[in-house]
């Protein structure tokens, strides 16, 4: 009896842990738990996918390394499409997700970029040296033909600590999306760069997969972009030079409408329409059709188009009159570049030198148009992430350079301009004078508040105060009383600041002085009483 019942014992065992592993079976292999991926969306599916309409959070051990293999930055022996791979096509496709951060070395890449390049390294090396970028051209331009004979190009992409990964992309771009051709050669100026992988990982690079169209020029001092692009020009041989920032992506058809141009006018000089790459994301958006401009503290804007240029029989499609260009993208016949006079070369390193190259065609017989048929993407970063090799405040040096060539009499509204009104010693300093000194727009002293109270309250201390006793007596500092009076200033349609209780305007006592005094004076309406409030 004993012994039936071990039998029978063990045979319940058995059966229980068959009944166990078949379960267990079952579950690891058919459990949502351990299939992570199963809810991906696909494409083609609704605007939910196969996903519910609430999101529940779950925590796995699969997902991550499925997901970090996909981003995994490509090394210089990788194949030349270096992708992010979509798991349904097998090459690149853009996502959101690019940014991801898995470990360490991705958030120090991440931060690296940012305090290196001002942009996203990290997305910037997942995305590799090839994508595709949406057709942002107007309609009408996709049915636009153009001469067969178009003359050769030389594009030039000057370069200083660029990121590498942003560098070949720009390059990769020009020859994914121009016709063989048309391209004479793409020359790519190193400008003294700092970074190991800009010199012999680039060279080697260049001679694996880029041989023939490609001329890599190394300078052996920093030169800045200026003389960096008048170095690449002098190296070049095709009619037409294209110059290029480092961190650009051409779109479809881009070449050809500014060849085009060209071709039509040998003093024409061009420029596409510069479409926006996010300096977080690399995500690449549609600009609006703008022109450029200036002020008079010679700083770049982007203006409205008038509707009088918009009205011709050419529509959309029609070249825009610029007054100025941004000048990181343009192109021109190459021997009117040497005409013309090429860039200044006594402006530094960077700044200025599109302004002074626009005043230079429009005053020397030439025409700068806008191609809307013509579009570059271009990173906009929100700061400039290196400077001048020496500190040096390289576009004020230019700015004023331009204004004492170009501006004739008409320098002295840039001279008053770049100046902006300050404390002459401590912006808390009661009873201190103010005075002119250069505009530095990141100095919070410099700040100044035109209340509702009509009161001009420096960095948030102190009110701009007149002696009601002595009116001779220039301008001070002084505690705000609110009383208006001494302290309140009325600042007109005609951009005079009127003192009330004095009845006179502010002026500046002697324009072209570098000492800055300004005064009260009755007012004339003269150009050293015009002031301007900026946001």
């Given at each position: 009896?004993?012994?039936?019942t071990v039998r029978y014992f063990c045979y319940g065992c058995l059966f229980t842990s068959a009944t166990w592993t078949v379960l267990l079976f079952i579950y690891f292999n058919f459990s949502e738990v351990t299939q992570?991926?199963?809810?991906?969306?696909?494409?083609?599916?609704?605007?939910?996918?196969?996903?519910?309409?609430?999101f529940y959070p779950r925590f796995t051990r699969g997902p991550s390394r499925v997901l970090e293999s996909q981003f995994k930055v490509n090394r210089i022996d990788d194949k030349i499409d270096n992708h992010v791979e979509?798991?349904?096509?097998?090459?690149?496709?853009?996502?959101?997700?690019?940014?991801?951060?898995?470990?360490?070395?991705?958030?120090?890449?991440?931060?690296?970029?940012?305090?290196?390049?001002?942009?996203?390294?990290?997305?910037?090396?997942?995305?590799?040296?090839?994508?595709?970028?949406?057709?942002?051209?107007?309609?009408?331009?996709?049915?636009?033909?153009?001469?067969?004979?178009?003359?050769?190009?030389?594009?030039?992409?000057?370069?200083?600590?660029?990121?590498?990964?942003?560098?070949?992309?720009?390059?990769?771009?020009?020859?994914?999306?121009?016709?063989?051709?048309?391209?004479?050669?793409?020359?790519?100026?190193?400008?003294?760069?700092?970074?190991?992988?800009?010199?012999?990982?680039?060279?080697?690079?260049?001679?694996?997969?880029?041989?023939?169209?490609?001329?890599?020029?190394?300078?052996?001092?920093?030169?800045?972009?200026?003389?960096?692009?008048?170095?690449?020009?002098?190296?070049?041989?095709?009619?037409?030079?294209?110059?290029?920032?480092?961190?650009?992506?051409?779109?479809?058809?881009?070449?050809?409408?500014?060849?085009?141009?060209?071709?039509?006018?040998?003093?024409?000089?061009?420029?596409?329409?510069?479409?926006?790459?996010?300096?977080?994301?690399?995500?690449?958006?549609?600009?609006?059709?703008?022109?450029?401009?200036?002020?008079?503290?010679?700083?770049?804007?982007w203006d409205l188009v008038p509707l009088s240029e918009l009205g011709g029989p050419e529509g959309a499609t029609a070249p825009i009159k610029s007054p100025t260009m941004a000048g990181g993208l343009f192109a021109m016949?190459?021997?009117?570049?040497?005409?013309?006079?090429?860039?200044?070369?006594?402006?530094?390193?960077?700044?200025?030198?599109?302004?002074?190259?626009?005043?230079?065609?429009?005053?020397?017989?030439?025409?700068?148009?806008?191609?809307?048929?013509?579009?570059?993407?271009?990173?906009?970063?929100?700061?400039?992430?290196?400077?001048?090799?020496?500190?040096?405040?390289?576009?004020?040096?230019?700015?004023?350079?331009?204004?004492?060539?170009?501006?004739?009499?008409?320098?002295?509204?840039?001279?008053?301009?770049?100046?902006?009104?300050?404390?002459?010693?401590?912006?808390?300093?009661?009873?201190?004078?103010?005075?002119?000194?250069?505009?530095?727009?990141?100095?919070?002293?410099?700040?100044?508040?035109?209340?509702?109270?009509?009161?001009?309250?420096?960095?948030?201390?102190?009110?701009?105060?007149?002696?009601?006793?002595?009116?001779?007596?220039?301008?001070?500092?002084?505690?705000?009383?609110?009383?208006?009076?001494?302290?309140?200033?009325?600042?007109?349609?005609?951009?005079?600041?009127?003192?009330?209780?004095?009845?006179?305007?502010?002026?500046?006592?002697?324009?072209?002085?570098?000492?800055?005094?300004?005064?009260?004076?009755?007012?004339?309406?003269?150009?050293?009483?015009?002031?301007?409030?900026?946001?």
């Amino acid at each position: 009896m004993g012994s039936v019942t071990v039998r029978y014992f063990c045979y319940g065992c058995l059966f229980t842990s068959a009944t166990w592993t078949v379960l267990l079976f079952i579950y690891f292999n058919f459990s949502e738990v351990t299939q992570p991926l199963k809810n991906v969306p696909v494409k083609g599916s609704g605007p939910h996918g196969p996903f519910p309409k609430k999101f529940y959070p779950r925590f796995t051990r699969g997902p991550s390394r499925v997901l970090e293999s996909q981003f995994k930055v490509n090394r210089i022996d990788d194949k030349i499409d270096n992708h992010v791979e979509d798991p349904e096509k097998g090459n690149i496709k853009f996502s959101s997700e690019l940014g991801m951060i898995f470990n360490e070395r991705d958030q120090e890449l991440r931060d690296l970029g940012y305090q290196k390049h001002a942009f996203n390294m990290l997305i910037s090396n997942r995305l590799g040296y090839h994508r595709d970028v949406p057709d942002t051209r107007n309609a009408a331009c996709r049915d636009k033909s153009y001469p067969a004979d178009l003359p050769v190009a030389s594009v030039v992409i000057c370069f200083y600590n660029e990121a590498l990964s942003a560098l070949l992309r720009t390059v990769h771009s020009v020859l994914d999306r121009t016709p063989a051709q048309l391209l004479h050669e793409i020359i790519l100026v190193d400008d003294d760069s700092d970074f190991d992988d800009l010199k012999g990982e680039l060279e080697e690079y260049v001679q694996k997969y880029l041989p023939g169209k490609i001329k890599v020029i190394r300078n052996t001092k920093r030169e800045g972009l200026i003389r960096g692009r008048m170095i690449g020009a002098a190296h070049a041989t095709g009619e037409v030079l294209v110059f290029l920032d480092s961190h650009c992506e051409v779109n479809v058809m881009w070449l050809q409408p500014l060849l085009a141009a060209i071709q039509e006018d040998q003093q024409t000089v061009v420029c596409p329409v510069i479409d926006i790459i996010s300096a977080d994301t690399l995500a690449y958006s549609s600009s609006p059709v703008v022109r450029g401009g200036f002020n008079w503290g010679l700083h770049f804007k982007w203006d409205l188009v008038p509707l009088s240029e918009l009205g011709g029989p050419e529509g959309a499609t029609a070249p825009i009159k610029s007054p100025t260009m941004a000048g990181g993208l343009f192109a021109m016949n190459r021997h009117y570049f040497n005409e013309l006079g090429q860039y200044d070369s006594g402006m530094d390193i960077w700044g200025g030198e599109n302004l002074e190259i626009s005043f230079r065609i429009w005053m020397c017989g030439g025409k700068l148009f806008i191609i809307p048929c013509s579009r570059v993407g271009h990173i906009f970063r929100k700061r400039r992430p290196y400077g001048s090799p020496e500190g040096q405040d390289t576009m004020t040096h230019n700015s004023l350079r331009l204004a004492h060539v170009w501006l004739d009499e008409y320098k002295l509204y840039h001279l008053q301009t770049n100046k902006c009104l300050v404390a002459q010693g401590r912006p808390s300093q009661k009873g201190g004078l103010v005075v002119l000194k250069a505009c530095d727009y990141s100095d919070p002293t410099q700040i100044w508040i035109y209340n509702e109270e009509h009161e001009l309250v420096l960095n948030n201390l102190l009110c701009l105060d007149m002696s009601e006793t002595r009116s001779s007596d220039p301008p001070r500092l002084m505690k705000c009383h609110g009383s208006g009076g001494s302290q309140q200033w009325t600042f007109g349609k005609s951009n005079r600041l009127y003192q009330v209780s004095v009845g006179q305007c502010l002026k500046v006592v002697d324009p072209l002085s570098h000492k800055g005094y300004v005064a009260m004076a009755i007012c004339d309406g003269s150009s050293s009483q015009q002031w301007h409030l900026e946001s």
